[in-house]
């Protein structure tokens, strides 16, 4: 089904999440079945969410590519879009327009160890690997969820990690710098997590998302211990306004984040990542 890529379809909110403070999920349909049909995705890609009269703004899709009527979206209200956004309940309606850029590499990862490393308030993008791995778990190896949050307050999705903890090859670490008493996982970044992670370091590929800083760390830290910097992907972000590399607004050297990832091989950004500017 050909799509304009600059006109937005409308949807319906058929549930909403509270999830914490200013953090909400958005559940949504298609208002129009052939389009809702026909809307394919891959876990890392994103949508356009646009609030009419308003704007739009990029916002991963954290639901599994098989969930035929739901398609779901996990949103911080920063901003003029995301706070309007943020009032809205079920049975109201939005645009949507996409799905945009490159998703992970799970068909090459199938047969390995999936290694997720999530930093702050942007875990969105891995959780669509968590419920794809999950729905199809014998197709990899084992699945370990590392996620870091500044403050245990930050920490979303407190049930779901919980209940991913049980499965069987699954690890879950969890940390936060900023913890009281009564936290029952690791006080540190999500860095000193790879000290309890247990993986295959020669048959594992690594996904990643969160603050930059994070990251370069966490992969220096990667490749000391071993892993193989073809094995390492990240998910990156940057004011992504057209979402098909037409405003420049996202631009990475000669990339354009939403069109040529958002998530990109370590290796083909490795010249250019954690370097001021870009």
């Known amino acids: 089904m050909n799509r304009n890529p600059y006109l937005p379809y409308e949807a319906e909110i058929i549930g909403r999440v509270e999830e914490c403070g200013n953090i909400f999920t958005l559940d949504l349909r298609f208002t129009d079945p052939e389009i809702q049909a026909n809307y394919r995705f891959l876990p890392g890609q994103f949508n356009m969410v646009y609030l009419y009269g308003v704007g739009e703004v990029p916002i991963s899709i954290v639901s599994d590519p098989q969930e035929e009527f739901l398609l779901g979206h996990t949103i911080r209200a920063v901003g003029r879009v995301t706070n309007g956004l943020a009032k809205l309940k079920v049975g109201d309606r939005l645009g949507i327009r996409g799905p945009y850029g490159r998703g992970w590499p799970l068909h090459q990862a199938e047969g390995r160890d999936i290694v997720l490393m999530t930093g702050g308030l942007g875990c969105a993008p891995a959780v ?5 791995v999950m729905r199809r778990r014998e197709q990899f190896g084992r699945l370990v969820i590392m996620q870091g949050v500044k403050h245990e307050d930050d920490l979303i999705w407190r049930e779901s990690y919980s209940q991913w903890s049980q499965m069987a090859d699954t690890q879950v670490l969890l940390a936060a710098d900023v913890a009281g008493p009564a936290w029952p996982f690791i006080v540190g970044r999500v860095i000193t997590l790879l000290d309890q992670a247990e993986f295959d370091h020669e048959n594992s590929t690594v996904m990643m998302c969160g603050p930059e800083i994070m990251m370069r760390f966490t992969v220096e830290n990667l490749l000391q211990r071993g892993i193989h910097a073809r094995d390492i992907w990240l998910s990156m972000e940057r004011n992504m ?4 590399g037409h405003c420049g607004h996202c631009q990475y050297g000669e990339k354009f984040i939403c069109k ?9 950004l490795k010249d250019l990542f954690g370097s001021k500017g870009f």
């Open 128 to 132: 669509s690997v968590i419920h794809y």
């Open 241 to 244: 306004q057209c979402a098909i």
């Open 260 to 268: 040529d990832g958002p998530v990109f091989p370590y290796e083909e």
